[in-house]
């Protein structure tokens, strides 16, 4: 519904009418031209920050890949997914898996963790997604706790320590092994989930989800398979989230099953929340608030995710759309 | 021990645990009932209630030592304090979300779960605490299978208090009004009935209940912790789909249940205690394939 006025002129009307800085990034050339801009400051970045702003900056577009993935998920579909962390964890965990045990080249170990992210996306929504979306918090809830428990139980995983000495990947001989070829990998990968996530929103299956998320039943009485596209939402998420572990290990080297505790699924659902769910700008922004949150106010320490909880409290109580909400 | 011993000594083990699971399912399914509420916070409130008790316990046996008498003092004045808190929550972060769409209140209710867990971790640094009650390791020997003392007053208490809930609900005015208020709210505001008062009087008996079991754990474990109520909070939530959410006896009769079976899956070969969260999970996830209404439950029929 807001799709289709969203590219006509009907809109652009409106926000003329509200004047201001939206107005004018109303229409497409001046939209591009911020967009190169803000595309032409990320490429550069690397000339001008330190070592450790890097590692931060590389870890905001990480996150960003991560958020888009859930923001399929949670803010186009409208399936809270409160183990968005498994499927991160599969990625990562066939990465290391095939390259530290089988030798394996990275590249490769990409479309099995895939295969696997689909595989773990179809069992969990498969039976679940029938039934009321609060059932599927839940069952999603404890399906990210068997796949750390599992995790830290097999033997193949390294157990409680984890796995450790991941191959770095390389491009026709080029190893990616500084921070600055990271942090052009994400930049990329982050590029690539906006690029996905709005031909997906604009697509014939981003509304048929807007559809379903906004009334069900209406949805389906005008002929859409509710299962069948929120299957898709669910198994496209698991796909980024998937993606995002295989890079995520390579570039750590070393994974545990700590790092894909119940925190991580919550910390990626927060910024989707905390952002605006189901528009791409505001879960960019939320995953940088994600990240430079922390590194800002470091000497809160483990008070962090209590403020981060009365922040998304109030949120919800007060703007329960998110900060940069989609339209409606 | 032969093998009939090992069934029976589980029999005891998997009783205690189940007991615990249904006390916390109760509420789960108690406010699932009467507002459609996943209300996530509910196993923090267990933890919340294990430490109300460990400081009421802590000041009481200052005064007069370690007694039954001061467990029992401590675990009601916690289970009233504990009440009031779920009430003030209900208030502050539910109530102005009820109109909300689905998503934002399930939101509402994690980020509830996770300030509780948080300043409780903040408060105590993130350690374990010893719950010590000293109430000795006296018991009755039943053939080769010995129970301790603490075991049988723990899983008494938790049948008085389901027996007495139960009472409640059908017995009384306010149990009437609660069954009603779940089956139309509007109506029942017609009626005459004050609703949001029967709202949060079912939020302090269900939180109250979790709070007692949080307080038995604390005592029967020995040590309690910031993060324990979160494995029992899924837990719980299994137990209630087990028997049907939305129903009482059916909080009951899955929270002993799943105990059984979690008590009776880690003898079973190559499923050790390391499984035993994998092996309830994948309980809950097949039933919700085959029977998502539970045992109890009765087929939601969704009107337009």
Avoid at chain 1, 40 to 52: R, V
Avoid at chain 2, 6 to 16: K, W
Wanted: aromatic fraction near 12%; include cysteine.
């Amino acid at each position: 519904m807001a799709d289709i006025s969203n590219s006509t002129s009907t809109n652009s009307a409106q926000a003329v009418k509200a004047g201001g800085l939206m107005a004018w990034l109303e229409p497409q050339q001046n939209r591009i031209l911020v967009l190169a801009a803000l595309a032409g400051i990320a490429l550069a970045l690397p000339l001008i920050l330190n070592n450790y702003a890097m590692e931060v900056m590389s870890s905001v577009w990480f996150y960003v890949v991560l958020c888009l993935g859930l923001n399929i998920v949670v803010g186009y579909a409208g399936l809270l997914d409160l183990g968005y962390a498994a499927f991160f964890a599969v990625g990562a965990y066939t990465t290391g898996i095939l390259t530290s045990h089988f030798g394996i080249n990275f590249w490769l170990t990409i479309p099995v963790a895939i295969f696997f992210s689909i595989c773990a996306g179809v069992i969990i929504g498969g039976p679940t997604l029938r039934l009321r979306s609060d059932y599927l918090a839940i069952v999603t809830l404890g399906f990210g706790e068997i796949v750390r428990i599992i995790a830290r139980n097999l033997e193949i995983t390294g157990g409680a320590s984890g796995l450790i000495g991941i191959e770095k990947p390389s491009i026709m001989g080029f190893e990616l092994n500084e921070i600055q070829h990271f942090y052009y990998v994400f930049l990329l990968l982050a590029i690539l989930a906006c690029f996905i996530s709005y031909r997906l929103q604009h697509s014939r299956l981003g509304r048929a989800w807007q559809y379903v998320r906004e009334d069900e039943d209406a949805a389906e009485a005008m002929g859409i398979n509710r299962v069948g596209i929120k299957l898709y939402a669910y198994v496209i998420g698991a796909i980024f989230g998937g993606v995002a572990g295989c890079f995520f290990a390579a570039k750590m080297t070393a994974i545990s099953p700590e790092t894909f505790m119940f925190q991580q699924s919550v910390l990626i659902l927060l910024g989707v929340v905390l952002g605006g769910m189901g528009k791409i700008p505001g879960v960019i922004i939320g995953a940088f608030a994600l990240v430079l949150f922390p590194e800002v106010f470091r000497e809160l320490g483990s008070m962090r995710i209590l403020v981060f909880a009365v922040v998304m409290l109030i949120i919800m109580l007060y703007r329960p759309e998110g900060i940069w909400p989609a339209k409606k | 021990m032969s093998l009939q011993d090992i069934l029976l000594q589980q029999l005891a083990n998997g009783l205690i645990l189940g007991s615990f699971y249904a006390l916390v399912a109760l509420g789960y399914t108690m406010v699932y009932g009467i507002i459609k509420l996943l209300n996530f916070a509910h196993g923090d409130l267990y933890m919340i209630g294990a430490f109300c008790g460990f400081l009421v316990l802590s000041l009481i046996s200052a005064v007069v030592g370690d007694s039954w008498a001061g467990l029992l003092c401590s675990m009601v004045l916690s289970m009233i304090a504990v009440g009031l808190l779920g009430v003030l929550i209900q208030r502050i972060a539910y109530q102005p979300m009820l109109a909300a769409p689905r998503l934002s209140i399930l939101i509402t209710a994690l980020a509830v779960s996770m300030i509780l867990s948080n300043s409780v971790m903040a408060f105590t640094d993130g350690e374990f605490l010893a719950f010590s009650t000293d109430l000795g390791f006296d018991g009755v020997e039943l053939g080769n299978v010995f129970v301790t003392y603490t075991q049988i007053v723990l899983v008494a208490a938790a049948a008085i208090l389901m027996v007495a809930l139960y009472l409640f609900v059908h017995k009384t005015l306010y149990g009437k009004a609660m069954r009603a208020i779940s089956i139309d709210k509007d109506a029942c505001r017609l009626m005459g009935i004050n609703v949001n008062k029967i709202i949060a009087l079912t939020f302090f008996i269900g939180t109250s209940l979790a709070a007692a079991a949080g307080i038995m754990a604390g005592s029967y474990y020995g040590s309690i912790h910031f993060f324990m109520g979160f494995v029992i909070g899924l837990k719980a939530f299994t137990a209630a789909v087990i028997g049907g959410i939305g129903s009482i006896p059916g909080a009951m009769l899955g929270g002993l249940l799943l105990g059984l079976l979690e008590s009776y899956g880690t003898q079973i070969p190559f499923i050790g205690t390391e499984w035993k969260d994998v092996f309830s999970f994948g309980i809950l996830i097949l039933l919700l394939v085959f029977k998502p209404t539970g045992i109890l439950g009765q087929t939601e029929i969704e009107r337009m």
